[in-house]
């Protein structure tokens, strides 16, 4: 399977996030992605290629999934930001304060005018971080995903895009969870507009894709599954309830696997037998799996216990579903396992096709 990696993921370098209630250096580093490249490069795992995607074409396929205004605001965020102080150039942006769900900010025509505000409102964490190359390093994220969407329906029975910042919790006008332009979602819609009628999204991630979750919520034809540490007690907590199961057109097209922290693979792996068989009966004729490694059992943030052998057999389930895939890079904070646990999913999946 052909690999799209993003040449510009290192812009993307966050300093610190607020975690559990003090400054951390950042968990999602580019390190991550570099391991995973090498891995492929030593197992000689498909062949690694650079998105050759045109501006406007990418430019459109991110408008189909988020609001111009948002994506307007991301584009110049940094500059705001470093005109509000020459100091700031120095330092990161981050949010630190929030409209309540009761304020109806995003209705008025008028976005606020202090720029902490308009951070605020476009975003739902303090955990990340926007820099001068956020926007760009995103962007061509996006650009792998197109062109991995494009690889598939051009008969790839497969691709992957290996990107970060990752995507899954971005929603059509926020950012948080390290994500800023949901990979996934572009890849999805770029699937349903190069004709392919149903689409869905099965999300391994530790943590619930409230991004991917929310821009499809409404719709028949993309089915969202998602399995993911119970929001309970596990990050984004607001979103990812097994009671969640779509809205208006969409009722019935969303589904919540949530497990306990401290699950293992056999209830995991049941979880996925259960996932696939909802994605079958959906009648799905391409698939996009938000691909994160975070469900390790060495990683830092997460509460799964999956070893890296256990990705054999992921891959190897995912591939008995018999349909044209895009995986995206997603979590995964065991920064030295990353790359094997990935590639050691990707190889079995390739093996089994
Ligand atoms: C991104 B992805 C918990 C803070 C959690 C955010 C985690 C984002 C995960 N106190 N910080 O889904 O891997
Ligand atoms: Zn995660």
């Known amino acids: 399977m052909k690999t799209f990696h993003n040449p510009h993921h290192a812009l993307h370098q966050g300093r ?5 209630g003090r400054m951390v250096p950042c968990h999602e580093v580019p390190a ?4 995973v490249l090498a891995e492929l490069q030593r197992r000689s795992q498909g062949g690694l290629f650079l998105p050759e995607v045109g501006d406007t074409d990418l430019d459109a396929a991110i408008a189909r999934v988020h609001d111009a205004r948002y994506t307007q605001f991301l584009a110049g965020a940094w500059d705001e930001w470093v005109a509000m102080d ?3 150039a120095q330092r990161d942006a981050l949010p630190s304060v929030w409209p309540l769900g009761n304020q109806d900010a995003f209705r008025t ?5 202090n720029f902490a ?3 605020g409102l476009f975003s739902f964490d303090s955990g990340s971080p926007l820099m001068a190359g956020t926007w760009t390093a995103a962007r061509s994220g996006a650009a792998c995903a197109l062109a991995a969407a494009r690889e598939v329906h051009g008969g790839a029975r497969a691709a992957f895009a290996l990107t970060r910042p990752p995507g899954h919790h971005a929603g059509p006008d926020f950012f948080g969870g390290y994500c800023f332009l949901n990979n996934g979602a572009i890849a999805a819609q770029a699937l349903r507009d190069l004709g392919h009628a149903k689409v869905a999204v099965l999300d391994i991630d530790y ?7 929310t821009i499809f919520y409404e719709r028949a034809d993309v089915m969202t ?3 993911h540490g119970d929001p309970a007690t596990e990050y984004p907590f607001f979103l990812g309830h097994a009671s969640e199961r779509g809205a208006g057109a969409g009722e019935g097209f969303n589904l919540n696997i ?7 693979f056999s209830a995991w792996c049941a979880a996925l037998d259960t996932a696939i068989e909802a994605v079958e009966d959906f009648g799905a004729d391409a698939l996009v799996v938000p691909m994160g490694m975070d469900t390790f059992k060495g990683d830092p943030i997460s509460g799964f216990t999956l070893e890296s052998s256990d990705y054999d057999t992921v891959g190897r389930l995912l591939a008995a579903a018999s349909l044209p895939t895009v995986f995206t890079f997603e979590g995964g904070y065991a920064v030295d396992e990353v790359g094997v646990n990935a590639v050691n999913l990707l190889e079995a999946y390739c093996r089994s096709i």
């Open 86 to 88: 020459p100091a700031n």
């Open 258 to 264: 949530p497990l306990p922290r401290g699950t293992g």
């Open 16 to 20: 610190e996030e607020m975690f559990r």
């Open 225 to 227: 599954v998602s399995i």
């Open 109 to 113: 025509d008028v976005l606020p005018q």
């Open 32 to 35: 991550r992605l570099d391991y």
């Open 117 to 119: 505000a308009r951070l």
């Open 207 to 213: 943590h619930h894709g409230n991004g991917t979750q």
